[in-house]
């Protein structure tokens, strides 16, 4: 089956440090990759995704490229802020009945520091 | 404009009673998921809708579990009886039909003493 598989947390850094959290996926064909943001009391939203081999996705500061031969999703962000202080969601779909129905990881919290 | 709508935010019950969640999609969304958050488990799917109809509850943890959908903008999730196990977390999440991204509600943090 598929699966996702992150780091475990929590990743405590202070601000303005270099962020990597690291996801790697088992998968029968090409799935669409993601990574969800989930800020304290919230539900998750969707902070970038990738959809074939080689794309970068990008939002607010943060980067993830999909790697096909590592199978991987590494998210990076190049000088964080305390208001990233999150958890982080890896996540892979594939369609199934008119949807897409995500495969989620176990979640990454990130403590940044002032 | 608003988001899923998740009613209530916390809900703390006794063991045996019943409780609902409810939730509101997006106007416009024709999908419709609802997930369980846990330490133990992360992140669960446990039963979807596309136009107001179940199309998988595999991830229903069992019989005490129910959801319905008797329109697009309104669902629920059922627990009867509820057990101190059923402590979570339950998000609900709605999509257009054919895209990627799910939106989700703030949550319904569930207490079963």
């Known amino acids: 089956g598929n699966s996702v598989t992150q780091m475990e947390g929590p990743v405590t850094l202070s601000e303005e440090a270099f962020l990597t959290i690291n996801c790697t996926y088992t998968?029968?064909?090409?799935?669409?990759l993601f990574w969800y943001v989930q800020y304290p009391g919230e539900g998750l939203q969707l902070l970038l995704k990738a959809t074939k081999a080689d794309d970068k996705g990008s939002n607010k500061g943060f980067e993830a490229t999909y790697r096909k031969e590592t199978t991987s999703f590494h998210l990076e962000k190049g000088s964080v802020q305390v208001s990233d202080s999150a958890v982080y969601f890896c996540?892979?779909?594939?369609?199934?009945?008119?949807?897409?129905?995500?495969?989620f990881g176990r979640g990454t919290s990130l403590i940044v520091h002032p | 404009d608003a988001g899923v709508i998740q009613s209530p935010r916390h809900e703390v019950t006794e063991m045996g009673q019943e409780v609902t969640l409810r939730c509101k999609p997006i106007s416009g969304h024709n999908s419709l998921f609802w997930y369980r958050q846990t330490m133990m488990r992360g992140l669960e799917l446990l039963i979807y809708f596309n136009n107001n109809v179940p199309i998988d509850d595999s991830g229903m943890p069992e019989d005490r579990f129910s959801a319905k959908m008797p329109n697009a903008s309104f669902s629920t999730l059922k627990i009867q009886p509820s057990e101190p196990r059923d402590s979570a977390v339950y998000f609900c999440?709605?999509?257009?039909?054919?895209?990627?991204?799910?939106?989700f509600g703030p949550g319904t943090r569930l207490l079963v003493l």
């Open positions: 999440a709605s999509s257009i039909s054919g895209t990627e991204t799910q939106y």
């Open positions: 996540a892979l779909s594939f369609p199934s009945g008119g949807s897409y129905i995500p495969t």
């Open positions: 998968a029968t064909g090409y799935p669409s």
